[in-house]
């Protein structure tokens, strides 16, 4: 016997799966928050360089090597 997915998702207290996807997605979020400010504690050229690409690695690379490709 199958349980349709609007059943086991539908909103209430007594939904399983809906509680443990609400927690599973706060506490991916906590992990993710603590995760980032350990990093930005820790390695604050590495935290600096989150959301900018590879663009902006493979720059600051080459500045370090000495050789700067456009």
């Given at each position: 016997?199958?349980?349709?997915?609007?059943?086991?998702?539908?909103?209430?207290?007594?939904?399983?799966?809906?509680?443990?996807?609400?927690?599973?997605?706060?506490?991916?979020?906590?992990?993710?928050?603590?995760?980032?400010?350990?990093?930005r504690a820790t390695k604050p050229t590495?935290?600096?360089?989150?959301?900018?690409?590879?663009?902006?690695?493979?720059?600051?690379?080459?500045?370090?090597?000495?050789?700067v490709h456009h």
């Amino acid at each position: 016997m199958s349980v349709p997915a609007s059943y086991l998702f539908a909103p209430g207290p007594y939904r399983a799966c809906t509680r443990a996807v609400k927690e599973a997605v706060v506490a991916a979020l906590v992990i993710g928050l603590v995760y980032g400010a350990v990093l930005r504690a820790t390695k604050p050229t590495v935290h600096a360089r989150i959301g900018l690409g590879n663009e902006a690695f493979q720059l600051e690379k080459a500045a370090e090597s000495g050789a700067v490709h456009h």
